[in-house]
């Protein structure tokens, strides 16, 4: 019994001795919610995971989604959803490493009307111990602000422009 619980303390420490580091907030023009992108680092200072949070201006929890960083680095995820469409996706480039970090891309739906979709590439890189991120020109990052697409007749069709702000 006591190996049961060793071994299943040794599977489970990675998750068990993670720290979350706040990376940035999302905000914008397109609604009063904010989004707050996070990350979790096991005890070896690997990424293990990623949190993504989304909350009303009154305080209200409205998404709150990890999402392994394995899958994140080989397929990418869908961070937020709207109507069955996905509005925002975060993908990692081929030579992204758990260890070290990479450039990251935020795939953004421009228009819902034709489909189609922008990226705005960032690095997430170790900066020391903590990781943090930048623009691919080095400036720190820690908001990120959405402009909304609004067509005159339809209203909101997707986001314009996503803006890395220090």
């Not at 599977?11 to 707050?36: H, M, P, Q, Y």
């Amino acid at each position: 019994m006591k190996t049961f619980f060793l071994t299943l303390l040794l599977c489970l420490s990675t998750t068990l001795f993670a720290r979350e580091v706040k990376l940035a907030t999302i905000t914008g023009n397109v609604d009063t919610d904010t989004s707050l992108f996070q990350i979790e680092v096991t005890e070896a200072g690997l990424i293990d995971s990623v949190h993504f949070t989304t909350t009303t201006r009154e305080g209200r929890v409205t998404q709150d989604s990890f999402f392994p960083a394995q899958t994140v680095i080989d397929v990418g995820v869908v961070l937020l959803e709207r109507n069955g469409r996905d509005i925002l996706r975060l993908e990692a480039e081929k030579t992204f490493s758990q260890e070290k970090g990479g450039i990251v891309k935020l795939n953004y739906l421009y228009s819902g009307v034709t489909g189609s979709r922008k990226t705005l590439k960032v690095s997430l890189t170790k900066n020391g111990e903590e990781f943090e991120i930048h623009t691919l020109t080095g400036e720190k990052v820690t908001r990120f602000y959405t402009k909304g697409n609004w067509h005159p007749i339809l209203g909101l069709i997707g986001i314009s422009e996503l803006e890395p702000r220090p």
